[in-house]
């Protein structure tokens, strides 16, 4: 079955430091990958996405993901966390063309010490 | 361009009722997605809707259901209501250049 992991439950860090969130797919082919940003009581937003080509994607509000296919992964990295950063962030999944039901993580928590 | 909007944004029930959730979609955007938001089995895809018509279905009771209309806008409509129904249900409409989906702000549904 096709699913998307997120290892880490909970994170934290603690502001201007490093980030890097991992993700994991388990997909026949390469599927098209996500990651959105929850704030509480908010929405998704979509802060980068690959679909194909340059394994590094550059994101919005600093964020930047790289995709690996010998490892199935798609880690989310920060180089400098800032307070407004603590959120949930969710990696997801699409099939591929043609398809359109994201598949999601379940989520990992970002806590920013001050 | 305005975003994606949902309504009600709260909304308490109790169990044995019905309830109808509603989605606009950004403008020009004719897909319409429903995702239901719990902490135990986190974002799940209930259904997808394009141009009036069901196109995908997630793995739900049928007491979840959609519809779509000519604008676009969609609605679901949870039926005999249980405790379990709590959740944040959120929509996300793409356009026909498929590239990304468009979260709204979510409605959550509480169940008493």
């Known amino acids: 079955a096709q699913s998307v992991t997120q290892p880490d439950i909970h994170i934290t860090v603690s502001e201007g430091a490093s980030l890097e969130l991992r993700c994991n797919y388990s997909y026949g082919a390469t599927p098209y990958l996500f990651w959105y940003v929850q704030s509480p009581g908010q929405g998704l937003q979509l802060l980068l996405k690959y679909f194909s080509g340059d394994t590094l994607v550059q994101g919005i509000k600093g964020f930047e993901a790289e995709f690996k296919r010998s490892q199935s992964s798609f880690n989310l990295r920060k180089p400098s966390v800032h307070w407004s950063d603590a959120a949930e962030y969710f990696c997801a999944a699409v099939s591929g063309a043609g398809s359109y039901q994201l598949t999601f993580g379940k989520g990992t928590k970002l806590s920013v010490i001050p | ?112």
């Open chain 2, 1 to 112: 361009k305005a975003g994606v909007t949902q309504t009600p944004r709260y909304l308490i029930k109790t169990r044995g009722q019905q309830v109808t959730l509603s989605c606009s979609p950004i403008s020009g955007h004719r897909s319409v997605s429903w995702y239901q938001q719990t902490p135990g089995q986190g974002l799940q895809f209930l259904f997808e809707y394009f141009s009036e018509t069901q196109r995908n279905k997630g793995n739900f009771p049928g007491r979840f259901s959609g519809r779509q209309f000519s604008n676009s806008r969609s609605e679901m409509n949870v039926s005999t209501l249980e405790l379990g129904d709590s959740a944040l249900y959120l929509c996300a409409t793409r356009g026909d250049s498929y590239n990304e989906q468009f979260f709204g702000p979510g409605t959550r549904l509480t169940v008493l």
